[in-house]
């Protein structure tokens, strides 16, 4: 078994944990040269020359004048702006539904759930809703064909493509008249498990939904969120988010914890991992509390690593120490040094005055002209959204009567 060893934060690490009324102290950044300092405040000037407008979800507040409360708040408001609507989560709930009652109406004792982004409230606003139909006696293949045949038939998808050569067979489906799509995969329990682990975690942590959601845009607008291309999928950022939490020194002391706002959080999550955090020796585990292990003491770790030094990231699965989540990110190198970059950012900032209603998240952390952030303010302008009880085209019922033509009057010419 691995030798645990809790981290010390207090110890021997320059945790940004302090009050929330203090004025940034620039010994925090000694990790920041001067030439990086200035290059961030050159890549700054010349971005917010070019765009004068604030980011939609800022607000201005001009009673703050403490960054890092500042971005407190601004990191609330982009979670605000970036979550579902209540338009959003009845479209949402409805397709849900369709999907249930058509696997009912096939297997009447099937078991239909959903897990994913979308269960743990941290999905993207154009993604896909993860659907989970359990006691199916078919096979996947079978299963997804039925589906398939009984949704187009009833003319309730425009759209549909199976999957049954993937590790994990699945059908994707689009919606006839909302658009919205869906995975479904048939007898597979293990998503709606880690699903329900996360947002138990949320609950026991809730400062972890606010920089999830912040830290799923800074990793997908760099092209890092997806696990089959070495990043960092949604749900090993998850863990990586958690064991930073419940190592942190605002878990232990009250008082630290009461003077520990999110942009705090924000700002030690990118020194550990991207400074203090030794990839090379230590493993992360998530179970009875959070702990760190040392590689070399067991095997368990190593199994994913391409040789020579490279950097590896090493996360023992929640549910048991025969899974290593962290192996297919091959890119924690680059991770690392994103998360370096964000360090270097946050330095930058909370120690250069800024006007009141500036962002401190863009434009060195966020794109705000991002097509997924952009498409985002253009949906909410144009609420309410399409609902699925909709008809996607108008009956002749729905159509109004035209006017009765005027009779042409004959010419006595």
């Given at each position: 078994a691995p030798k645990a060893k809790h981290l010390d934060f207090e110890s021997g690490h320059d945790f940004m944990a302090v009050k929330a009324s203090r004025v940034f102290d620039r010994q925090d950044t000694k990790e920041v040269s001067d030439s990086k300092a200035a290059l961030l405040a050159s890549v700054a000037s010349t971005m917010s020359s070019s765009s004068s407008a604030p980011p939609p979800w800022v607000r201005p507040?001009?009673?703050?004048?403490?960054?890092?409360?500042r971005l407190h708040e601004e990191l609330l408001d982009f979670a605000k702006f970036m979550g579902p609507t209540q338009e959003e989560e009845t479209a949402r709930e409805a397709w849900v539904q369709c999907i249930s009652d058509n696997c009912k109406a096939i297997w009447p004792d099937c078991e239909v759930g959903i897990f994913g982004s979308y269960s743990t409230g941290l999905c993207l606003p154009n993604g896909d809703v993860d659907v989970s139909v359990l006691n199916v006696p078919d096979r996947p293949v079978t299963a997804m064909k039925k589906l398939a045949d009984?949704?187009?038939?009833?003319?309730?998808?425009?759209?549909?493509?199976?999957?049954?050569?993937?590790?994990?067979?699945?059908?994707?489906?689009?919606?006839?008249?909302?658009?919205?799509?869906?995975?479904?995969?048939?007898?597979?329990?293990?998503?709606?498990?880690?699903?329900?682990?996360?947002?138990?975690?949320?609950?026991?942590?809730?400062?972890?939904?606010?920089?999830?959601i912040f830290l799923k845009y800074f990793l997908m607008q760099r092209g890092l969120h997806e696990t089959f291309t070495g990043g960092m999928g949604s749900y090993l950022l998850s863990n990586v988010v958690l064991h930073f939490m419940q190592q942190h020194p605002s878990k232990k002391k009250p008082q630290t914890y009461a003077a520990t706002s999110l942009g705090h959080l924000l700002y030690d999550f990118f020194k550990y991992y991207g400074i203090d955090f030794s990839y090379q020796t230590k493993g992360i585990s998530v179970r009875n509390g959070g702990c760190t292990f040392f590689k070399g003491d067991t095997s368990f770790g190593f199994s994913n690593r391409r040789g020579g030094d490279r950097l590896s990231l090493c996360l023992e699965s929640p549910f048991g120490d025969s899974v290593d989540l962290g192996g297919p990110c091959f890119r924690i190198g680059v991770l690392k040094n994103l998360f370096m970059h964000g360090l270097s950012c946050l330095s930058h900032l909370f120690s250069s005055p800024e006007e009141e209603y500036a962002s401190l998240l863009c434009p060195l952390l966020l794109d705000p002209t991002h097509p997924v952030i952009a498409s985002r303010e253009r949906l909410l302008m144009s609420q309410p959204a399409a609902l699925p009880s909709f008809s996607r085209f108008p009956t002749k019922e729905s159509l109004p009567e035209e006017p009765p033509r005027k009779k042409r009057r004959k010419s006595t010419d």
């Open positions: 507040r001009p009673e703050l004048t403490n960054s890092v409360l009984r949704m187009l038939s009833r003319n309730e998808v425009s759209w549909l493509e199976t999957i049954d050569s993937a590790k994990v067979p699945v059908v994707k489906l689009r919606q006839q008249t909302s658009g919205l799509r869906a995975d479904v995969v048939f007898n597979q329990p293990d998503g709606v498990k880690t699903s329900k682990f996360v947002k138990d975690r949320c609950k026991e942590y809730p400062q972890m939904k606010v920089l999830l």
